[in-house]
């Protein structure tokens, strides 16, 4: 694989209501570390990571948009959404609120996304709960398929949290189970996962982005006409030198 940098671009964007962690799942995938007291987005703000996929021997980069959850962004973030192969649903998993509004930011990226993104919803702020239901990399495909879903899952471990730590601790408002099961109903992987320690957040790009690759290729993504997927063409093989890639914007 010598001489080439990645294999495939893929478009991600990040949407979600304001203040769920979107800016420090982004932050702590590309820089690997946490904001504290980020700024609100405004607007977008972009990102990208090279991750690899062992099992596919794929090195795919992702290309990340971070949209701003205040309506009165929704028309600018909107026209981000187009093209995206993939999209990260994020709820914060102390408020009711913000799972039960992630039904409407699904909506809307079902409208002006690309028709076969690969969604993945994402509990997040785990840290803050001291049930910490087992956050798991698990879901279905989002297109229809012959075969039962595999399930896997990342057991969580429970420990006893010190003083400082249970001061800060909050309510549970959103059940894993009653998540897990809306995102099946609609096609959605799903894991819960944590900004601030870091748990769970690249596996869910991983997990994303290897739907994605598995669309590719059963010729549900055509990476010479699907904007949100873009195919590196190198001069040679991969064994081979020097090479000229391509990326999407």
Same mark, same amino acid.
């Given at each position: 694989?010598?001489?080439?940098?990645?294999?495939?671009?893929?478009?991600?964007?990040?949407?979600?209501?304001?203040?769920?962690?979107?800016?420090?799942?982004?932050?702590?995938?590309?820089?690997?570390?946490?904001?504290?007291?980020?700024?609100?987005?405004?607007?977008?703000?972009?990102?990208?990571?090279?991750?690899?996929?062992?099992?596919?021997?794929?090195?795919?980069?992702?290309?990340?948009?971070?949209?701003?959850?205040?309506?009165?962004?929704?028309?600018?973030?909107?026209?981000?959404?187009?093209?995206?192969?993939?999209?990260?649903?994020?709820?914060?998993?102390?408020?009711?609120?913000?799972?039960?509004?992630? @039904?409407?930011?699904?909506?809307?990226?079902?409208?002006?996304?690309?028709?076969?993104?690969?969604?993945?919803?994402?509990?997040?702020?785990?840290?803050?709960?001291?049930?910490?239901?087992?956050?798991?990399?698990?879901?279905?495909?989002?297109?229809?398929?012959?075969?039962?879903?595999?399930?896997?899952?990342?057991?969580?471990?429970?420990?006893?949290?010190?003083?400082?730590?249970?001061?800060?601790?909050?309510? @549970?408002?959103?059940?894993?189970?009653?998540?897990?099961?809306?995102?099946?109903?609609?096609?959605?992987?799903?894991?819960?996962?944590?900004?601030?320690?870091?748990?769970?957040?690249?596996?869910?790009?991983?997990?994303?982005?290897?739907?994605?690759?598995?669309?590719?290729?059963?010729?549900?993504?055509?990476?010479?006409?699907?904007?949100?997927?873009?195919?590196?063409?190198?001069?040679?093989?991969?064994?081979?030198?020097?090479?000229?890639?391509?990326?999407?914007?």
């Amino acid at each position: 694989m010598a001489g080439i940098t990645w294999h495939y671009v893929f478009k991600f964007i990040i949407t979600g209501d304001a203040a769920v962690g979107k800016s420090s799942l982004l932050t702590r995938l590309t820089d690997q570390r946490f904001l504290a007291n980020p700024d609100p987005t405004l607007g977008v703000e972009f990102g990208s990571k090279l991750i690899t996929i062992p099992e596919e021997n794929k090195v795919v980069k992702l290309q990340c948009w971070d949209t701003a959850g205040q309506e009165s962004f929704r028309a600018i973030t909107r026209s981000y959404y187009r093209g995206a192969a993939g999209c990260l649903l994020v709820y914060d998993v102390t408020s009711r609120r913000s799972f039960e509004n992630v @039904r409407n930011w699904l909506a809307d990226v079902r409208e002006h996304a690309d028709p076969h993104v690969s969604c993945i919803l994402i509990g997040n702020k785990i840290d803050l709960v001291e049930d910490t239901s087992p956050p798991a990399a698990s879901g279905t495909s989002s297109t229809p398929s012959t075969n039962p879903p595999k399930v896997s899952t990342i057991k969580g471990t429970k420990s006893s949290p010190s003083k400082a730590a249970a001061a800060k601790l909050k309510a @549970r408002e959103v059940p894993y189970e009653e998540a897990e099961l809306w995102a099946k109903e609609e096609g959605l992987l799903f894991v819960e996962a944590s900004a601030k320690s870091g748990v769970n957040v690249e596996q869910a790009f991983v997990d994303a982005s290897r739907n994605i690759l598995e669309k590719i290729k059963k010729g549900v993504f055509d990476d010479d006409r699907s904007p949100g997927v873009k195919l590196s063409k190198p001069n040679v093989s991969l064994e081979g030198g020097a090479t000229k890639s391509m990326c999407c914007t």
